[in-house]
């Protein structure tokens, strides 16, 4: 880990994105409480929350449309720590894991970790297939350029929603 800064506690904080989706009942509510979740744990600091887009499904294309945001978050947890912590957030938000690429309440993704690459059998960083996920990349083009991007399956629904 690279750590830019130290915290108040001595521990390194890394700069992390994370891609949150839902295309089950009240969407927007999965993505709002799981950032208030994520947010309510001491070692995360949300810095920059994406416009909510509306998204095509894909690799499982008969489900509900989803909605999905890219968020930048300082952190002193470790890269498999952050990782754990996101599948909790799954769990409280009673995330089916039963079908691939299925429908679900809540998929949080964690993209990159710092500067780190990483290949083990729990966690891959960068993540594998952010660079061919529109649903990604649009919302993460977002938070580096300032700019709301669109395409045929990834439309923006809303702008500055997320209130701390």
Known sequence: MSGNTISSTGMPVADAYLSLGSNLSDRLFYLREALR??????????????SVYETDPVGLTEQPIFLNIVVKLNTTLSAIELLHLCQKTENHFLRDR???????????????????????????????????????????????????????????????????
């Open 98 to 164: 039963t079908v691939r690429w299925g429908p679900r309440t809540l998929d949080i993704d964690l993209l990159t970790y710092d500067d780190l690459t990483i290949d083990t059998q729990e966690l891959i960083l960068p993540h594998p297939r952010m660079a061919e996920r529109e649903f990604v990349q649009i919302p993460l083009r977002e938070l580096l350029t300032g700019e709301i991007g669109c395409s045929a399956s990834v439309r923006p629904l809303y702008s500055k929603w997320y209130a701390r």
């Open 37 to 50: 979740y994520l947010e309510s744990h001491e070692t995360i600091a949300l810095t920059a929350v994406s």
